[in-house]
């Protein structure tokens, strides 16, 4: 068995190097296997926005101090038409870039015993007995050896190809961002403002300063299922319409999409798991990804080891998929069923700005919905209470 990995992960983004360091922590001893198709460090299109939501679950893993050279951000600015708010966060956040935070956290994974190789994966297969990850070095004409594995996660991100082999199916709703990094405007230094627009939501553009000169720019709104999907100009004339100025200078403008997450969340038994992106695990109302990745990549991680030591055979871990469904629903359930529900309410402009009123008239109703958009939070009665007094009818 000694050529058979007991947890192959493929993609070394958040997701992937949070899988690692939850088995790792929960069995160091454990055979782990991270691949990625780039060398780290690497660029991932994101606004870089950190919840600090994400470094709680990375200190239970034992990773601490990762952004302490940083600098962070207290302040949120939020603006709909002609109403805003500008507050302090209950907690700091992060903006920092992708190209630093996932080296950061593939460098501590490796640290803490994971292998990490770089292949482009191009399936998996099922066996009774293990699963068969398909890849090939980058830029190889043939494909390379097969790897073997009692179980594998698949944080490959929103085109995940391990989710096409075990979860094939409805495409999720999915949004388009596009950002670019520019030098920081004055009127948006040490905050991070979000500027809702007209379009499909969540539709807005922002500018995250980064504590460094440069702020994060860009745009995003939800896609239609059918028909084209925006263009990069319109993407960029929306940045430019919404946040005048904010793109001045800009460089290395990149897209992406974000798979959005619903209610209920599935995922099926057996030896594969899906984690962050690769599970559609974007917040629907807000496109913040990178603490569901880091939560599901642990959460991932000790699925696998309590799966091995429940069946520690060699063919051991099937159970890992069931274990692992459990652990998720039970972090992030209500709080999937309270997001899709919210970006049901955001697609009536006026519920939107009685949201932003209701935040700038208080600060729980403010923090409360930071919560929900940023972390595990919920629609409290104290936010739809303050919301009702602020919704404006639409006039005749
Ligand atoms: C423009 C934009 C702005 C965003 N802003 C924010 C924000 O401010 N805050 C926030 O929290 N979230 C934000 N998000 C969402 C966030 O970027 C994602 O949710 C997050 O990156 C998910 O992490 P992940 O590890 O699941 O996937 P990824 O970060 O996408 O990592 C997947 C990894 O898998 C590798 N991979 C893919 N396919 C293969 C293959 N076949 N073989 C081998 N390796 C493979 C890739 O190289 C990559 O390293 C934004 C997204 C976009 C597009």
Redesign the pocket.
């Given at each position: 068995m000694s050529d058979v990995w007991d947890l192959v992960i493929?993609?070394?983004?958040?997701?992937?190097s949070a899988a690692a360091l939850g088995a790792l922590h929960a069995a160091p001893g454990l055979r782990v296997l991270l691949?990625?198709?780039?060398d780290f460090p690497?660029d991932?299109?994101?606004?870089?926005?950190?919840?600090p939501h994400a470094l709680d679950v990375l200190a239970a893993v034992g990773v601490h101090g990762l952004l302490d050279d940083k600098v962070p951000v207290h302040r949120l600015e939020l603006v709909s038409g002609t109403d805003r708010v500008s507050r302090l966060m209950a907690r700091n956040a992060y903006v920092v870039p992708r190209a630093e935070l996932d080296a950061r956290l593939l460098e501590r994974a490796v640290a803490a015993g994971a292998c990490f190789r770089r292949?482009?994966?191009s399936g998996v297969r099922l066996g009774q007995t293990h699963a068969v990850v398909d890849c090939a070095e980058p830029g190889a004409d043939a494909t390379g050896a097969p790897i073997r594995a009692r179980t594998v996660v698949g944080?490959?991100?929103?085109h995940s190809?391990v989710r096409r082999a075990v979860a094939p199916g409805r495409r999720p709703r999915s949004a388009l961002?596009?950002?670019g990094y520019a030098p920081v405007q004055d009127a948006t230094r040490g905050r991070q403002l979000i500027v809702f627009g007209p379009r499909r939501q969540p539709a807005y553009a922002w500018s995250f300063d980064r504590g460094d000169g440069l702020a994060n720019v860009?745009y995003?709104e939800l896609l239609r299922r059918r028909g084209p999907a925006p263009s990069r100009a319109l993407l960029l004339g929306q940045l430019a319409e919404l946040l005048p100025g904010a793109s001045t200078g800009g460089a290395g403008w990149r897209?992406?999409h974000?798979p959005l997450s619903s209610w209920p969340w599935r995922h099926p038994d057996g030896r594969v798991l899906l984690?962050?992106?690769?599970a559609h695990l974007?917040n629907p109302v807000t496109?913040?990804?990178?603490?569901y990745?880091v939560a599901t990549g642990v959460l991932a991680g000790r699925a696998v080891v309590r799966a091995l030591d429940t069946d520690p055979r060699p063919s051991g871990g099937a159970g890992a998929g069931g274990e692992h469904r459990r652990a998720v629903r039970l972090l992030l359930g209500r709080h999937l069923l309270h997001t899709r529900f919210t970006a049901g309410l955001v697609q009536v402009p006026a519920l939107v700005q009685a949201a932003v009123r209701a935040s700038a008239a208080q600060q729980h109703v403010f923090d409360d919905l930071v919560e929900l958009g940023l972390g595990g939070g919920r629609i409290t009665a104290g936010v739809v209470r303050e919301m009702s007094r602020h919704v404006v009818p639409p006039t005749r």
């Open positions: 493929v993609g070394a983004g958040p997701a992937g691949l990625d198709r780039t690497r991932k299109p994101c606004g870089d926005g950190i919840a292949r482009r994966v944080a490959d991100g929103a190809v961002a596009l950002r860009g995003g897209g992406h974000l984690v962050g992106d690769a974007v496109g913040e990804g990178i603490y990745a």
